[in-house]
């Protein structure tokens, strides 16, 4: 099920890294490489640091391999990982390999919030993943709500989110796990990073993705 999932049949070739395996820890309570699966809470969890805290963004999360000159946070965790946990979590993504380029039309697949947390003096905090991004031409903080977990696509080279590094896009990328739907995900230009409460670039987060239940969308 899980090859299917990558594209694969009984006659493709395995992609050239091979899956990290999934151990319960506990009943509901799983891990894949560095993520960590509650299907009690329907959340994927994973570490990640501060990469950038000024300028320009096109992403709020890619690998260390990805385009990390544009991303607010960068990890180490694998996207096929992260795939396929949301998979054991009954996310279907996209549907199509392509998402509208017309930003008024709603984005395919399973809505997602976001939270970012981290320890200050050993105290916990947390927040919502908007928070720390704002818009250039409204200058307001991100809009609270859903992300859409479009799941990426597989391309000759592999799986793509694996090859570009990219997990949670603020403008449409096909490629990304995760897109922003929100108005302005056409606009390059339209996204700065709003650091607030955010610790200091290079300091560990957590990011937290919790599937929403499924039903008819607010």
Known sequence: MLGSAFGQTDSTPAHSESNHA????SPG???IGMIRLDQG???????AVVNLREGALEYLLVTSQGKTHE??????????????????????????????DDPLKPLPGDRVMIDIAWK?????????????????????????????????????DGFAADADGSIISLITDPDALINNPRPGREDD??????????????????????????????
């Open 41 to 47: 809470r329907r959340t994927v969890t994973f570490p």
């Open 22 to 25: 999934v151990k319960m820890v």
């Open 189 to 218: 230009d339209n996204w700065l990073a709003k650091p607030g409460r955010l610790p200091a670039s290079n300091e560990p987060v957590e990011v937290i993705l919790t599937l929403e239940p499924p039903g008819p969308r607010p």
């Open 120 to 156: 200050k003096k050993s105290k916990p905090f947390a927040a919502r993943a908007e928070t720390f991004v704002q818009e250039r031409r409204t200058k307001t903080v991100m809009k609270p709500g859903v992300w859409i977990y479009t799941g990426s696509r597989l391309r000759e």
């Open 29 to 31: 309570l799983f891990e």
């Open 71 to 100: 991303s607010l946070l960068r990890t180490e965790a694998r996207p096929r990982d992260i795939h396929i946990a949301m998979l054991l979590l009954n996310a279907k993504g996209a549907a199509t390999n392509s998402l509208p």
